[in-house]
């Protein structure tokens, strides 16, 4: 059975977005985003460095005509260093698929929610078709809808925490009145949290840490990729009802 | 060659010496940067990719290129 995944009218197989930061080797970074199965790998705008002109460059190692580039903001701070790097990446290749994130803190990596909302705007306006990244906050996140996101993608924990799941709640809040799909994005740390994820109903799940960081990140990467088919095929086939009691397996009749 | 032929520009945040009447082309060129791969923005504007060669670099210009690089 086919379950597809569309954002801004364009399909995907995969649920499973990853990034492409901290890896050893730009090897590494293609092994890992093979065995993940994903379609979409998140990319950072940077300066070229001009005095080593030999440097390996990632797009020799991931080829944008065969997967997905989604250009992201990391590390900027503030609505206008967001807006510059996405008008340069879509310079670059004519990306109009970009994820957007605006942090407010060092220390935590929190989204500056106000800077986001205001940016996101900008952006739609501008036609680029914008993957939000957000807090965990079903009003906040709303309005991110309302400014014309094409996804939204609230943490689970802090970027690179590892934490899992912080607020289940919340994400399932968000899931169920957000018409647009909402991707678990940052603090995802192991394969059961990717599960728990598309369990809740999420539609994709954005991880780059957890599999960069793993002592064996291919492996992980190809164990995030059956979390992710795992948890959406749970979802889709409806669980049990819990109960606070036990319920046999084996009839009861005929005993001997 | 001496100083009057040449300009000095800010690239990527470092002082540079070009020649004087340098377009962006060259200034690739030299570089050995393949322009499908980058980005360029000169004071702070972005110029597209097809006024790359009619685009004269002039003294104290601030270009920055960038690429793509791996990134969460």
């Given amino acids: 059975m086919e379950d597809i995944f569309t954002i801004a009218n364009k399909n995907f197989n995969s649920r499973l977005i990853v990034g492409t930061g901290k890896y050893k080797s730009f090897e590494e970074t293609a092994n890992a985003v093979k065995a993940s199965g994903a379609d979409i790998v998140t990319v950072a705008v940077r300066r070229v460095n001009i005095l080593d002109k030999n440097q390996p460059v990632l797009m020799d190692y991931l080829d944008p005509k065969f997967i997905t580039y989604l250009p992201n903001t990391a590390g900027c701070f503030t609505s206008e260093d967001a807006l510059r790097t996405l008008r340069l990446a879509r310079e670059m290749g004519g990306w109009r698929l970009v994820k957007l994130e605006v942090l407010g803190d060092k220390k935590t990596l929190y989204p500056n929610m106000i800077e986001t909302i205001k940016s996101t705007k900008i952006l739609v306006k501008e036609g680029f078709e914008v993957m939000v990244y957000c807090t965990d906050d079903p009003i906040l996140s709303k309005k991110i809808e309302d400014a014309g996101a094409c996804a939204i993608m609230p943490l689970a924990a802090p970027i690179g925490s590892g934490l899992g799941i912080q607020n289940k709640i919340n994400i399932k809040l968000i899931k169920e009145q957000s018409s647009v799909p909402v991707i678990v994005d940052a603090g995802v740390g192991t394969a059961s949290d990717a599960t728990i994820a598309m369990e809740l109903g999420c539609d994709a799940v954005l991880i780059n840490t957890a599999i960069a960081e793993a002592q064996n990140p291919i492996l992980m990467a190809e164990s995030m990729k059956h979390a992710v088919i795992a948890g959406r095929k749970a979802f889709k086939a409806k669980r049990m009802k819990k109960r606070r009691y036990g319920s046999a397996s084996s009839p009861d009749e005929n005993l001997i | ?72």
């Fill in chain 2, 1 to 72: 060659m001496n100083n009057l032929n040449m300009a000095k520009i800010q690239l990527n945040g470092d002082s540079y010496e070009i020649i004087k009447g340098t377009n962006l082309n060259e200034l690739l060129g030299k570089l050995k940067i393949q322009k499908n791969k980058v980005a360029i923005e000169v004071n702070g504007e972005i110029v597209e990719k097809n006024k790359y060669p009619n685009l004269i670099l002039n003294d104290r210009d601030k270009v920055e290129i960038v690429q793509f690089i791996g990134g969460g």
